[in-house]
């Protein structure tokens, strides 16, 4: 039971952090905290998990959904929630289909992702010779095609879907490719956050 436990605990981490943050939370973690996975979200000290991180070259993508204050205002919250919880499961399942998409955030009607965010832990040795840098450059440059392909499919998936007010659901999306800052923001249930001019631009 407590190895289920254990499981369920990693299993959830993983779920709301890059791998490489979610392994030093749980180093640092105790059996006994390991064992209740509410608790351990609301009682981690960032600060010892992760310091901020740089990353080059990550696309950022935004979506939002026209017309979606009008139709708050005209909804019951719950037909709002409903509606965002079965749009936002199907980009979810979209994020899935590729491993260089990582979805960062959903707030309110955005839906967050990077690509080409590197996770990778920092005592990694680069390969700095010119056959590096050309596939990493090619690498970055998938990462960034792979998240303008999840942009076009979400618009399609998007256009299936109808609003809690009869209108068809349509979304906009913004992206940009630039330098960013990683970090887990805050001791009681932290987020894993990007900052950046990179993230102002695409949104």
């Given at each position: 039971?407590l190895?289920?436990?254990?499981?369920?605990h990693?299993?959830?981490?993983?779920?709301i952090?890059?791998?490489?943050?979610?392994k030093?939370?749980l180093e640092?973690q105790?059996s006994?905290?390991?064992?209740?996975?509410?608790?351990?979200?609301?009682?981690?000290?960032?600060?010892n998990?992760t310091?901020?991180?740089?990353?080059?070259?990550?696309?950022?993508?935004?979506?939002?959904?026209?017309?979606?204050?009008?139709?708050?205002?005209?909804?019951?919250?719950?037909?709002?929630?409903?509606f965002?919880?079965?749009?936002?499961?199907?980009?979810?399942?979209?994020v899935?289909?590729?491993?260089?998409?990582?979805k960062?955030?959903?707030?309110?009607?955005?839906?967050?992702?990077?690509?080409?965010l590197?996770?990778?832990?920092?005592?990694?040795?680069?390969?700095?010779?010119v056959?590096?840098?050309?596939r990493?450059d090619?690498?970055?440059?998938?990462?960034?095609?792979?998240?303008?392909?999840?942009?076009?499919?979400?618009l399609?998936?998007?256009?299936?879907?109808?609003?809690?007010?009869?209108?068809?659901?349509?979304?906009?999306?913004?992206?940009?490719?630039?330098?960013?800052?990683?970090?887990?923001?805050?001791?009681?249930m932290?987020?894993?956050?990007?900052?950046?001019?990179?993230v102002?631009?695409?949104?």
């Amino acid at each position: 039971l407590l190895m289920q436990q254990k499981k369920n605990h990693e299993d959830l981490l993983l779920s709301i952090f890059p791998k490489t943050v979610a392994k030093h939370m749980l180093e640092k973690q105790t059996s006994e905290t390991a064992v209740d996975s509410m608790r351990s979200l609301r009682d981690i000290d960032a600060q010892n998990y992760t310091a901020a991180r740089m990353h080059q070259n990550v696309t950022i993508l935004f979506t939002d959904i026209v017309g979606f204050t009008a139709m708050s205002q005209s909804c019951s919250p719950y037909e709002v929630m409903q509606f965002l919880h079965v749009l936002f499961s199907k980009f979810d399942r979209l994020v899935d289909l590729d491993s260089r998409l990582w979805k960062v955030e959903t707030i309110g009607d955005a839906f967050m992702l990077a690509a080409g965010l590197s996770t990778d832990d920092d005592g990694e040795e680069k390969d700095k010779t010119v056959m590096g840098s050309m596939r990493r450059d090619a690498e970055k440059a998938s990462c960034a095609m792979a998240a303008v392909s999840f942009g076009k499919a979400v618009l399609d998936e998007a256009s299936n879907h109808l609003m809690p007010n009869g209108k068809q659901c349509q979304i906009r999306a913004g992206v940009h490719t630039g330098d960013v800052c990683s970090g887990v923001v805050g001791s009681r249930m932290p987020r894993y956050c990007l900052f950046g001019d990179t993230v102002n631009t695409a949104s």
